[in-house]
């Protein structure tokens, strides 16, 4: 503690990983999100609206994810088999570019 002041913009936002369960900086994980639509997809920005939920950087957290139904305690509905086909499509795009 050296009192630079430096006290804002500190704290960078942290969320749990919903695969894993650690806890980590929001930049560093990958966001899901249902849109107003109802649609789910990558949030690759970050800023879309609607209920989101976090995985680390990597396909073992989003299987771990899927595996333990945690999509569906995020989401509070049972996620359809399309939907996490779709998520796990774009992750797979995301990752081949
Ligand atoms: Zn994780």
Known sequence: ?????????????????????????????????????????????GRKNGRGAYFCDNVDCLEMAIRKKALNRSFREAVPEEAIQRIKGEWDRMNSE
């Open 1 to 45: 503690m050296t009192g630079k002041g430096r006290s804002m913009n500190k704290k960078l936002p942290q969320r749990t990983c919903i695969g894993c369960g650690s806890i980590r900086d929001k930049a560093s994980l990958i966001r899901i999100v249902r849109g107003t639509d109802g649609v789910y997809s990558i949030d690759r920005s």
